[in-house]
């Protein structure tokens, strides 16, 4: 390259060089300026805000602020309600269970042909559950549940009754009805009756129970007579009786009828015969040699059995509306005619039919907690003319037992119940008093 054309290249560096100097630090000011001006919203001042409007802004906030607390106490409340509910439903669940274990259910498991049932009064069953359940109350004769198939239920009791009469008896004739020609005997009777029994159930299929009962019986009566003579004096004359021995040795079958769904009932149907294994009326020995002979007869030595067999078919019914049990039932009472054909007491006795029965019972059991219940219930037994030798005696009454029971059911534990019940009678032939405590035990 020659010399003269890198001359002319420096001459034109060094001409160009201060323009385009010049020109960088022109755009290098501008933009330096650019950077000093300050941003539109720091260039204004901000404007002060309306007065009315924060007034209003803040007015809103209060509201706001009322309605989120009014808003949190109606939570709070429903919150409340919901845990009310909660409980009330939790209890429910805890009474229907209990129901469907005295039903012998699983929870949450429809009634279905393996149900055992209730029937009218006394030991709970049963498919096992883990604790047993709880009764409602011993009331009448007949269990309460039907013992599960293959269980075996012993049921030991001790039964007291009390009884007390007064009986009026003229021998002679009345001339006014102020004045009474002969003999007027005014007694007073307390009979007292302890019955100690061992019942054993079984449970042959889920749907056929069988039971046998063993009693031991002890009575004892005092007997308080006073006889007006012609001449208008009295004497008292006491005469006390007493017996024991083996009762009437019984047996029962008990069988569920139908497979109830949902709120259905059930029904049970019975069959009972009450031997007469126990010593009758016409074994027993009376006083001899006694005033008493003139206007009745009096037994030196009490029975322990009716003298009779008697065979009860029954039919019962049960509801469960939780979280009570309501159950009732009616059954017939045909008492076996016999042939005695003895002296009794200084009368010849031939053929006697007792006449029969029909009993009827009603009532309801409450489930107090998982461990208790309670039951009411009313039983009434119409008992028919007795006859001697086909033929019904003039004097012969028909018999009216009414009785008010109230029962009592305490879980001890898994396998065994105390059931206590206590009956007051509403008739003159029916006992008083009467107490019976149950204990049965699951094996």
């Not at 005033?291 to 008697?310: D, H, I, K, N």
Request: glycine share 10%; net charge neutral.
């Amino acid at each position: 390259m020659s010399s003269a054309f890198i001359d002319t290249v420096k001459s034109c560096r060094m001409w160009a060089a201060p323009r385009v100097l010049a020109a960088f630090l022109a755009k290098a000011g501008l933009i330096a300026a650019t950077l000093a001006l300050p941003a539109p919203a720091a260039v204004a001042a901000e404007a002060p805000p309306d007065p009315g409007e924060l007034a209003t802004i803040k007015q809103q906030l209060a509201d706001e602020a009322r309605a989120l607390a009014a808003q949190q106490r109606q939570l709070a409340e429903d919150m409340k309600k919901l845990e009310a509910h909660k409980r009330a439903l939790q209890d429910s669940q805890r009474r229907l269970s209990l129901l469907q274990k005295q039903l012998g259910m699983a929870p949450n498991e429809p009634r279905a042909d393996d149900t055992d049932l209730l029937v009218s009064g006394g030991q709970g069953g049963g498919s096992a559950p883990e604790s047993p359940p709880v009764d409602v109350g011993t009331l009448f004769a007949q269990p309460t549940i039907l013992t599960p198939k293959g269980a075996v239920v012993f049921e030991p009791s001790l039964q007291y009754s009390f009884s007390n009469s007064d009986r009026v008896s003229i021998v002679g004739y009345s001339i006014l009805p102020a004045l009474v020609i002969g003999l007027i005997d005014v007694r007073t009777v307390s009979r007292s009756t302890w019955i100690a029994a061992a019942d054993v159930r079984y449970g042959l299929t889920s749907r056929l129970e069988l039971e046998a009962k063993l009693p031991y019986v002890y009575r004892y009566d005092d007997t308080l007579s006073r006889p007006l003579d012609l001449n208008g004096g009295a004497t008292d004359q006491l005469f006390n009786a007493s017996g024991n021995g083996i009762g009437d040795i019984e047996l029962a079958a008990r069988y569920q009828l139908n497979l109830p769904k949902g709120d259905d009932p059930f029904y049970i149907a019975g069959l009972r015969l009450k031997t007469r294994t126990g010593k009758d009326p016409f074994d027993v020995s009376y006083a001899t040699g006694s005033t008493l002979t003139t206007y009745g007869s009096v037994q030196t030595e009490l029975p322990t059995g009716s003298g009779f067999y008697t065979l009860q078919p029954s039919l019962s019914v049960v509801l469960p509306a939780d979280p009570a049990v309501f159950f009732g039932g009616i059954s017939y009472l045909w008492n076996i005619k016999r042939d005695i054909n003895k002296n009794v007491g200084g009368v010849q006795i031939g053929q006697v039919d007792p006449g029969d029965g029909v009993d009827i019972n009603l009532g309801m059991g409450l489930a107090l907690n998982e461990r208790s219940s309670f039951s009411v219930g009313y039983e009434h037994t119409w008992l028919g003319k007795s006859t001697l030798n086909g033929v019904t005696p003039p004097t012969e009454l028909s018999t009216q037992l009414a009785s008010l029971l109230v029962g009592y059911s305490y879980r001890l534990n898994k396998t065994t119940n105390l059931n206590l019940s206590i009956g007051a009678g509403l008739t003159n032939d029916t006992p008083d008093t009467q107490i019976t405590l149950r204990v049965p035990i699951r094996f």
